[in-house]
Structure formats: structure tokens, C-alpha cells
């Protein structure tokens, strides 16, 4: 029989990263209800894409603004960049600046399962990776501008990509 | 208001998916999301996957070689921190 755990949330924070994460969720939110959509068919004819909050970009594209935060420590970059589907680890950088770009040298599919999504398409358990996954800088304290700029364009493409959900990955 | 699906996992951020190279368990990780999203059937659902980090030796810190520039900007002004647990961001000059 499978064991029952309730997952702890905080068990590999520091202190400090602790305190503020509880503080945080005690803020007011925003209004409303949660966001719902069923899935409209089978996860086996669904396309799938990937989004990582770890400031994810191929090494060809234009690099998230580290400097901009480093000038101004309370502001995080706004915009996004797609990665394709079939992107190789050697082709990603992260620009994240509270996360050892280290790790994307490692194994990427630690934090972006790339690779382990193509494998889900491959034994048919999605239909297709999407064309297109994407990545943006989650370090943002004020997220209204990428919720208004970044979020829409997204939405966007991947309406044309035919994709049918998306899975949030923290990073 | 929360997210419509949620997979929890007790892994190291940086790690979600399983330590590096341990296809096996990334794969079972990303299998259990993926599966979430025919299981859930209302929003706010919490899937807790069974699965116990590893503490794999000689993996990459998920630390910054440096710190990050908010961490070494509230070292240098701690007056500051309350303002950032409450998300106060000051005026951008």
C-alpha cells in the first residue's frame, strides 16, 4: 500500500527564507475565486507546456536583466523567453540571481524537465510536448506588469500552439 | 484565491523533479502532475506525492555563488526587512 505523506512545505528553507515565505501567504491576496478549467480531453490527446519561474533563456537570446536588479534590488525583470521543445541543457542559461546557474550544468531536468516531458509524449501519456515552453524571472515583488505584459503574450502563444495545459514549475 | 492544481513534493527547490540524473524518479514526479490534471476535479486540489528526498551527495548547492542583491541590500539596511516581509517595495528613483 502506498504510505500517505503530507508534504512539508518549509522542511529545506533556511530560517529567514521561512519566515518570509509564512509572512508572505499571510498577505492579502487578490479577489476572487481560484482559477478552474477542466481539461477539455484525455491527457493522452493533450499538448502540454512547461513554464519555470527560474529565469530559464537559451544562451542565443537576450538575457534577463540581471544588472537592473542588481542596481535596484527590489525590482525582478518582467519579461519572458520561450524555449523550444527540443532545446538541448548545453543551449539553456539561467539568469536567476538567487539560484546557482549551476544547477541547468547539472541536470536542467531537476528544475525543467525538458527532456522528461518528451519522454511522457514518447510513451504516450500526453500527445505532444508543446512546440514552445517558457520561462520568466520569479523573483518579482511587484508582478503586475508581467501578469499585464509577459502572462498575455504567453497566453498567446500558446493559443497557437494548440496547447491544452500547462504545468507551473517553481524554480 | 490559490492555483486550480497543485502536485506537492518535499524535494529542495531546484530539485523538484528528483536529484540530477535519477531519470527514474524525475519521471514519476512529472508523471504524478501530469495525471493530476485528469484526477483533480475542483480547483485548489492538493496532490501529496509519497516520496522522501534522497540527500544525494556531491550535488550542486541551489544557493547563488554571490548572494542575491535584495539579501546583500537588507544585510546593509536591516531596518529594511520589515518592509520586504510585507512586500513594501519602496519608490524606484
Known amino acids: ?171 | 484565491m490559490g492555483v486550480p492544481r497543485l502536485a506537492a513534493v518535499e524535494f529542495p527547490l531546484g530539485y523538484l523533479f528528483g536529484p540530477p540524473g535519477d531519470r527514474k524518479t524525475q519521471r514519476q514526479v512529472l508523471d504524478e502532475a501530469l495525471t493530476l490534471f485528469e484526477e483533480a476535479n475542483s480547483p485548489g486540489t492538493v496532490k501529496h506525492l509519497p516520496l522522501d528526498w534522497p540527500e544525494p551527495e556531491g550535488i550542486v548547492a541551489l544557493e547563488p555563488p554571490s548572494p542575491a542583491p535584495i539579501v546583500d541590500y537588507l544585510l546593509k539596511h536591516p531596518l529594511q526587512i520589515k518592509h520586504f516581509f510585507k512586500r513594501r517595495v519602496p519608490k524606484l528613483n
Open chain 1, 1 to 171: 500500500m502506498e504510505k500517505q505523506k503530507t508534504v512539508d512545505s518549509y522542511k529545506f528553507l533556511d530560517v529567514l527564507t521561512r519566515r518570509m515565505a509564512k509572512s508572505w501567504q499571510k498577505l492579502p491576496g487578490e479577489p476572487g475565486s481560484t482559477a478552474w478549467t477542466a481539461l477539455k480531453k484525455p491527457l493522452a490527446d493533450s499538448t502540454v507546456a512547461l513554464i519555470s519561474s527560474a529565469g530559464l533563456a537559451l544562451k542565443s537570446d537576450v538575457p534577463f536583466d540581471q544588472e537592473g536588479e542588481k542596481e535596484h534590488p527590489w525590482w525582478g525583470d518582467p519579461s519572458f523567453r520561450v524555449i523550444p521543445k527540443n532545446a538541448a541543457a548545453e543551449e539553456i542559461a539561467l539568469y536567476h540571481l538567487h539560484i546557482n546557474p549551476g544547477l541547468v550544468d547539472q541536470d536542467i531536468n531537476t528544475l525543467f524537465p525538458i527532456d522528461i516531458l518528451r519522454d511522457a509524449e514518447e510513451k504516450g501519456l500526453i500527445k505532444n510536448a508543446a512546440a514552445r515552453h517558457y520561462s520568466y524571472m520569479g523573483y518579482l515583488l511587484q508582478p503586475q506588469e508581467m501578469l499585464d505584459t509577459s502572462v498575455r503574450e504567453m497566453v498567446k502563444i500558446m493559443k497557437a500552439d494548440q496547447v491544452d495545459a500547462a504545468i507551473l514549475v517553481p524554480g
